[in-house]
């Protein structure tokens, strides 16, 4: 076990040609934090960062009140080597020595982190255990399938005993019916050790499987963060609302409601304060969206507007009807389609009901 180890507190301060990074993040002691966002968010520069690879253009990473970057300041300036961090990084190609076997792979963790060759290699005997490759250790990673060579990755990270385990979409090469069985793999062997870790991810099942919170990285700046579960049943962002399957609407403060291309949303408001004129967003399921071909009347309805069909998708059973004054979705059953006669071109009435619509201030940069 890792005991209290792991209690990381980075502020990134990067520019790139085209690209800015500015982020505050902190991950505590035997904490999964998943950091989810759009290709091109800063994930992985995020990543490179905190293990060294990157070296920012201000702020400080510190783990266990040991500072292992600091670009000024009161620490002045300070970059200790990848290897001498007590991070581990693991990305999606499970990076092997193709000349060793699965055990002399494993082994070479402990041995980078300053252990002895026979402590190393009962190690890496221990680890090949846990992760089920015991009687495959003598094979090398071209013998080996790729569910077999990942967990060999993990091995290898985990004997190195990190304080910090960075996960660069681990999943990503695997073949879809090896990722849940993996998955699983990581998380009962993250919760063993207590490893404090990060998880970059395009897949919320990541998320929900392995984090206990969810970060949101959107152009560089975290836009959302908090409890896996509350994110994704909240989102304040376009990027968490799709993850989750449900419609985000951006628009303004009005009154009691938010108005959006000239739409007004009542609903069920956070527990945030929200002042006329401020950005804010009305969240709903696409299943709720109620379609007509007439004005709905003589019902207690009191979101109800007029648009255009742009596109309609097919999902099993039904259709998905795609709009975009607002952008948003209604998910409808294939009776609902043929009856309404839902075609791309099609002026439609659109309602929902306020008891479904949660009103939410818009995320915002947080550093």
Same mark, same amino acid.
């Given at each position: 076990?890792?005991?209290?180890?792991?209690?990381?507190?980075?502020?990134?301060? *990067?520019?790139?040609?085209?690209?800015?990074?500015?982020?505050?993040?902190?991950?505590?002691?035997?904490?999964?934090?998943?950091?989810?966002?759009?290709?091109?968010?800063? %994930?992985?520069?995020?990543?490179?960062?905190?293990?060294?690879?990157?070296?920012?253009?201000?702020?400080?990473?510190?783990?266990?009140?040991?500072?292992?970057?600091?670009?000024?300041?009161?620490?002045?300036?300070?970059?200790?080597?990848?290897?001498?961090?007590?991070?581990?990084?693991?990305?999606?190609?499970?990076?092997?020595?193709?000349?060793?076997?699965?055990?002399?792979?494993?082994?070479?963790?402990?041995?980078?982190?300053?252990?002895?060759?026979?402590?190393?290699?009962?190690?890496?005997?221990?680890?090949?255990? &846990?992760?089920?490759?015991?009687?495959?250790?003598? &094979?090398?990673?071209?013998?080996?399938?790729?569910?077999? !060579?990942?967990? #060999?990755?993990?091995?290898?990270?985990?004997?190195?005993?990190?304080?910090?385990?960075?996960?660069?979409?681990?999943?990503?090469?695997?073949?879809?019916?090896?990722?849940?069985?993996?998955?699983?793999? =990581?998380?009962?062997? *993250?919760?063993?050790?207590?490893?404090?870790?990060?998880?970059?991810?395009?897949?919320?099942?990541?998320?929900?499987?392995? #984090?206990?919170?969810?970060?949101?990285?959107?152009?560089?700046?975290?836009?959302?963060?908090?409890?896996?579960?509350?994110?994704?049943?909240?989102?304040?962002?376009?990027?968490?609302?799709?993850?989750?399957?449900?419609?985000?609407?951006?628009?303004?403060?009005?009154?009691?409601?938010?108005?959006?291309?000239?739409?007004?949303?009542?609903?069920?408001?956070?527990?945030?304060?929200?002042?006329?004129?401020?950005?804010?967003?009305?969240?709903? !399921?696409?299943?709720?969206?109620?379609?007509?071909?007439?004005?709905?009347?003589?019902?207690?309805?009191?979101?109800?507007?007029?648009?255009?069909?742009?596109?309609?998708?097919?999902?099993?059973?039904?259709? !998905?009807?795609?709009?975009?004054?607002?952008?948003?979705?209604?998910?409808?059953?294939?009776?609902?389609?043929?009856?309404?006669?839902?075609?791309?071109?099609?002026?439609?009435?659109?309602?929902? %009901?306020?008891?479904?619509?949660? =009103?939410?201030? =818009?995320?915002?940069?947080? !550093?």
């Amino acid at each position: 076990m890792t005991g209290g180890r792991g209690d990381l507190r980075a502020r990134l301060r *990067l520019t790139r040609p085209g690209f800015e990074l500015a982020i505050d993040a902190a991950v505590r002691p035997g904490e999964v934090l998943a950091v989810l966002g759009p290709n091109g968010a800063g %994930k992985s520069t995020l990543l490179g960062a905190l293990a060294g690879l990157v070296l920012p253009d201000g702020g400080e990473v510190v783990l266990d009140g040991r500072t292992l970057t600091a670009m000024g300041g009161a620490s002045g300036r300070v970059h200790v080597r990848p290897e001498r961090r007590g991070i581990g990084l693991l990305g999606q190609d499970p990076r092997l020595f193709p000349h060793l076997t699965a055990a002399e792979n494993v082994a070479f963790g402990p041995r980078a982190a300053g252990l002895g060759r026979r402590r190393s290699a009962t190690l890496a005997e221990e680890w090949l255990e &846990r992760v089920g490759l015991a009687d495959l250790a003598d &094979r090398r990673p071209a013998e080996l399938s790729g569910g077999q !060579r990942q967990r #060999a990755a993990i091995a290898r990270a985990l004997a190195a005993d990190p304080a910090v385990l960075l996960l660069d979409e681990p999943f990503a090469s695997l073949d879809a019916e090896a990722v849940p069985e993996i998955r699983r793999l =990581l998380r009962d062997r *993250l919760v063993e050790t207590g490893t404090s870790a990060i998880i970059v991810s395009h897949d919320v099942l990541d998320a929900v499987a392995l #984090a206990d919170r969810t970060a949101i990285v959107e152009r560089g700046r975290l836009v959302d963060e908090g409890a896996t579960q509350e994110v994704l049943a909240a989102p304040r962002s376009a990027f968490a609302a799709a993850l989750a399957g449900l419609n985000l609407v951006a628009g303004e403060v009005e009154g009691a409601a938010i108005v959006a291309e000239g739409v007004r949303f009542e609903g069920v408001p956070s527990a945030d304060t929200m002042s006329a004129g401020d950005a804010a967003a009305a969240v709903f !399921r696409p299943a709720s969206v109620i379609l007509a071909t007439a004005r709905p009347e003589g019902t207690s309805l009191r979101n109800i507007w007029r648009d255009r069909i742009i596109a309609v998708d097919a999902l099993p059973g039904g259709a !998905r009807v795609r709009f975009e004054r607002p952008v948003l979705a209604a998910d409808v059953t294939a009776a609902a389609v043929a009856e309404l006669g839902l075609a791309p071109g099609l002026e439609v009435w659109l309602a929902v %009901k306020a008891a479904e619509v949660r =009103l939410h201030p =818009l995320a915002g940069p947080r !550093r």
